[in-house]
């Protein structure tokens, strides 16, 4: 498949059905909620590839797809975006969805439903032709998939050095293994959290502490990212002493 030259953004994060409901707030345990609004679009790593491609970079999805009703919505709002999806569509299954609680304030809460995109089956991660400036971003719900998390990271640290991997844990930070952990965070070029999953990877949501206890971890020239909602980022490199705040940019509405 002749997918141009670099640069480039690969991701081997999954993508699944997104079913989002606006609730008022969570349903006690055993309640109900009735949801004032409903939508199921793709979800996942998609965000990112699609992000980037408005931006004009070329986006390959190196992940599963299925061949039932998620997986074609996937592969139409891919196309949509001008998204290459790498790999055939799987034969057996449909991709998995994620039901998404919206609150009043933003806050999100998941339920996810792996399905085809969890799995390594036939995909080759050595066969993606990775060239010099390419970006391959990877992502917690992968990492933490038994199969599929150890083989990504075995992948990583072989991958040449001038191919760079941005991680995000995500939500299952927690549930990675610690082996797969390791690995990737010695071959990340960015390593990107919100605050909470930095308190469930390292024990707290300071930032110069989370960066005292990450850094022994990374690269030496990893880029740190703590994400802080609407308060910005705060970010570090190896040559800081300390994380440095960058507050969001504003929005128009």
Not at 155 to 169: C, E, I, L, Q, T
Not at 173 to 186: E, F, G, S, Y
Not at 188 to 202: P, Q
Request: proline share 9%; aromatic share 6%; hydrophobic share 45%.
């Amino acid at each position: 498949m002749d997918i141009g030259a670099p640069p480039r953004l690969f991701t081997v994060g999954s993508i699944v059905a997104d079913i989002r409901l606006e609730v008022p707030h969570l349903p006690v345990r055993g309640g109900d909620v009735l949801a004032s609004a409903g939508h199921i679009s793709a979800g996942g790593g998609f965000n990112i590839l699609c992000a980037a491609a408005r931006q004009g970079l070329r986006c390959i999805f190196a992940g599963r797809h299925g061949s039932g009703p998620h997986g074609e919505r996937i592969r139409a709002e891919l196309a949509r975006e001008g998204v290459i999806a790498f790999f055939e569509r799987a034969p057996n299954g449909d991709t998995g969805f994620c039901v998404v609680l919206v609150e009043p304030d933003g806050e999100r809460t998941f339920v996810t439903s792996p399905g085809v995109e969890a799995d390594l089956a036939r995909r080759r991660l050595a066969d993606l032709p990775l060239a010099p400036k390419d970006t391959v971003f990877a992502s917690g719900y992968d990492l933490a998939y038994p199969e599929l998390g150890p083989a990504i990271a075995a992948w990583m640290a072989k991958a040449s050095p001038s191919v760079r991997f941005v991680v995000d844990p995500g939500p299952l930070v927690a549930d990675i293994p610690t082996q797969v952990m390791a690995l990737v965070m010695r071959r990340a070029s960015v390593w990107s959290m919100n605050l909470r999953e930095a308190e469930l990877l390292t024990g707290t949501e300071a930032p110069d502490a989370v960066r005292a206890r990450m850094r022994p971890g990374l690269g030496p020239d990893a880029l740190l990212v703590l994400r802080d909602g609407p308060r910005g980022a705060w970010i570090s490199t190896s040559a800081d002493e300390a994380m440095r705040r960058i507050p969001a940019p504003g929005v128009g509405g």
